[in-house]
């Protein structure tokens, strides 16, 4: 088995698809080591990405998930494709689902605190939660532009690489960029945050 250094050497000069690529490749001949290598790699970006769209106590969870969905996927992945972009289309994928469960879990608890008297309508303690002005921000824009602005502006994903993520034609991805930061802008100013 060959030592970090050696590892590390092969790989100078190598862009970071490229060595994507030939970890890839062995993870397909058996490797597994190579596939702890590209979790090394990406799972940093992949908890930055689900951070900011998940509810904090599913992250870890979250993140196991992408990483057990892209091994099990990893023989039907296209050579062709970007290894990061094929993971955070999954990581994606994943934060849509948790998204639209937890949901239906508000709404089943809505549904039960309706049926339950109550004394006073409580302040939304959700807001009270978040302790950064940017994360409420985030917190109130639709799924969509919160995505478009995690990806391209925190994340500092190529707008086409997003597109190729969100599988939407890049028009679309600039138009909500655009939206998402004119309703962050607004939000900001209404917090009295001056631009």
Known sequence: MPTKVSQDSQFNGKSENEIDNYLVQRC???DTQSYKQLYYRHEQRVRSILYQLCHPSCLDDVVQE???????GLPKFRQ????????YRITWNLAADERHAAMQRQTQLQSLSEKTPTQQEAPNILNLHYQDLVQRGLANLSFDHRTILVLHDLEEVPQKEVAEILD???????SRLFHARAA????????????
């Open 28 to 30: 397909l001949r058996g």
């Open 66 to 72: 992408v990483f057990l969905r892209a091994w099990k």
């Open 80 to 87: 062709t494709a970007k290894f990061s972009t094929w993971l």
């Open 168 to 174: 939407i034609p890049i028009g679309t991805v600039k």
């Open 184 to 195: 962050m802008r607004q939000f900001l100013q209404q917090q009295g945050v001056q631009l």
